[in-house]
């Protein structure tokens, strides 16, 4: 080949021509070096009144060609592609949760005309949990930004008419494309056909083939620009990585749904031949399994209760929303002075969340080597329930109590703040037993740390179910954990208004006088345990 050299030759102030030629073989990573060297020569000549548009394409340019070089000389580069995927997953993750949190402050969502959605703040709480925050709306937050999900949602509003329903079954999807970018997966967003298949199912709102394609493009262009946005001006490289990742985890989410539709499509045409049978045999095994879950429920809930004469005293208030329920308690007397307790909510109520009440109780009883290792125990759980939920997770708390040495350790797995507090204080000095941990059945690997705290006579704990601090007024306000806590330390007026069977009525009564003549939502345990 003829002499060459890549030049770029100024022609006035504002134009300039690139003149090319080749001597000799060059590899791509040579030829894309030395077309930058002479395209940055170039740039540097341009004067500053020239358009930042035009800056802006030829650095994009530029990266483009390191791109194509980087990819020649580092074929199998993967690290710097984990810590990309990563960095799109935590700005998805930040993204959602700032979303969310909006939503439960009660700041306007999208538009007027969206649906209101304090009837699934209980949802959103659980996403929250399920990405690892605990925490409420901050109070002085500017919560003004419009997120990415929410420029989404506002998009997909120009022809979308929504539904409670149907915004939940289009977290889904935003879920969906968060976790595609993670290194580990919680179990529900494993395989994207079972995704998709739930947004698809019966019991949702029914989104069909061409409303989720809509979705999956408009979020990948919203996200495709938001990253043009943040990152690029500082790294153009790694925009032009993270686009083309983006680029394909979209590609296989489409092409999965074309699949299932497919799939889906065939299995209908073969349904219809015995649909009346199968919604007879339906209705008959519903029937069987509620009979069966009555049974598991009434056999799971155990509690070896103290005598009169010990020094410790416990008393327990179970509520369930149906005669089966998702909420989950033991009491054991693990020698003549220690006692273990365990209060536990599986996600969602009645029958759907009791049928997984006996593998939680199976483990319980397996590992009862643990039950003086509050840590351990709830790591041995988290192992044996791990992938056997389905789409449902667990949060529980696990209290270890010495009556002899007086001390208290537990662990929290995602759970409800329990309080500390003692009656002979004037002053009720509250002590938390706060999450140690993330929630089970949903990460492979867990560690739940351990605390000890000192007992004294006195001193009253208390653990409970989200079913309570979530109760609902009839104008849609929730209790929340402050106004349970104050309803919990009143002392009344003499010792036997704070005897543990009166604070429980009394609690009762006033979470009816709450809900009003709405019957309750969840399911409510709550258990008091007294030192003397």
């Known amino acids: 080949m003829s002499e060459s050299r890549i030049r770029i030759k100024p022609k006035s102030s504002s134009r300039f021509s690139i003149q090319r030629g080749f001597r000799g073989e060059k590899n791509l990573k040579d030829l894309s070096n030395e077309i930058i060297r002479s395209i940055q020569n170039a740039?540097?000549?341009?004067?500053?009144?020239?358009?930042?548009?035009?800056?802006?394409?030829?650095?994009?340019?530029?990266?483009?060609?390191?791109?194509?070089?980087?990819?020649?000389?580092?074929?199998?580069?993967?690290?710097?592609?984990?810590?990309?995927?990563?960095?799109?997953?935590?700005?998805?993750?930040?993204?959602?949760?700032?979303?969310?949190?909006?939503?439960?402050?009660?700041?306007?969502?999208?538009?007027?005309?969206?649906?209101?959605?304090?009837?699934?703040?209980?949802?959103?709480?659980?996403?929250?949990?399920?990405?690892?925050?605990?925490?409420?709306?901050?109070?002085g937050r500017d919560y003004s930004r419009i997120s990415l999900m929410e420029s989404w949602f506002q998009g997909l509003s120009k022809t979308w008419n929504f539904n409670l329903q149907r915004v939940v079954d289009t977290f889904q999807?935003?879920?969906?494309?968060?976790?595609?970018?993670?290194?580990?997966?919680?179990?529900?967003?494993?395989?994207?056909?079972?995704?998709?298949?739930?947004?698809?199912?019966?019991?949702?709102?029914?989104?069909?083939?061409?409303?989720?394609?809509?979705?999956?493009?408009?979020?990948?262009?919203?996200?495709?620009?938001?990253?043009?946005?943040?990152?690029?001006?500082?790294?153009?490289?790694?925009?032009?990585?993270?686009?083309?990742?983006?680029?394909?985890?979209?590609?296989f989410l489409i092409q999965t749904l074309h699949t299932v539709i497919s799939n889906r499509l065939e299995q209908l045409l073969n349904s219809r031949q015995i649909e009346h049978e199968h919604v007879l045999k339906e209705k008959l095994d519903l029937e069987k399994e509620f009979r069966q879950a009555e049974k598991i429920q009434k056999k799971s809930l155990h509690a070896d209760l103290p005598g009169p004469e010990e020094k410790l005293r416990i008393e327990i208030l179970y509520k369930p929303v149906l005669p089966v329920g998702g909420d989950f308690y033991t009491v054991r007397r693990i020698s003549g002075t220690e006692y273990g307790v365990f209060i536990a909510d599986i996600s969602g109520h009645g029958i759907g969340a009791a049928l997984f009440l006996n593998t939680l109780k199976s483990s319980f009883e397996k590992n009862q080597s643990y039950w003086e290792r509050p840590g351990k125990l709830l790591r041995k759980l988290n192992e044996d329930v791990y992938g056997k939920l389905n789409d449902n997770f667990i949060t529980g708390i696990y209290l270890y109590i010495n009556i002899k040495k007086k001390i208290l350790k537990y662990a929290n797995a995602g759970h409800n703040k329990g309080i500390i507090f003692n009656h002979n204080e004037k002053k009720s000095n509250l002590r938390f037993l706060s999450p140690s941990g993330k929630i089970l059945g949903i990460f492979r690997k867990m560690e739940y740390k351990e605390r000890e705290l000192k007992l004294k006579e006195e001193d009253r704990i208390a653990i409970f179910t989200d079913g309570l601090p979530e109760t609902h007024s009839p104008d849609q306000r929730m209790l929340g954990d402050r106004q349970l806590y104050r309803w919990l330390i009143d002392k009344g007026t003499n010792p036997e208004q704070r005897s543990p069977p009166t604070v429980l009525e009394r609690i009762e009564r006033s979470l009816t006088e709450f809900r009003g003549k709405d019957k309750a939502e969840d399911d409510m345990c709550l258990i008091l345990i007294d030192v003397s």
């Open 173 to 251: 999807i935003y879920r969906w494309k968060l976790y595609s970018f993670a290194q580990e997966r919680p179990f529900p967003y494993r395989n994207p056909e079972q995704v998709i298949q739930r947004i698809l199912s019966p019991e949702s709102s029914g989104l069909n083939f061409a409303q989720i394609y809509e979705a999956e493009l408009l979020l990948r262009k919203n996200f495709q620009f938001f990253l043009l946005r943040k990152i690029s001006a500082e790294n153009r490289l790694q925009y032009l990585v993270s686009s083309e990742i983006l680029g394909s985890e979209s590609d």
């Open 43 to 139: 740039v540097a000549e341009i004067p500053e009144s020239m358009s930042e548009d035009l800056r802006f394409e030829v650095e994009m340019f530029l990266s483009k060609i390191k791109l194509l070089g980087w990819k020649e000389s580092n074929p199998s580069a993967e690290v710097d592609r984990l810590e990309i995927r990563q960095n799109l997953f935590l700005t998805l993750r930040e993204d959602m949760v700032y979303s969310l949190q909006k939503i439960l402050s009660g700041s306007e969502f999208v538009n007027e005309s969206f649906p209101d959605l304090s009837p699934i703040h209980r949802e959103i709480l659980a996403i929250l949990k399920e990405l690892g925050n605990y925490h409420h709306p901050h109070p």
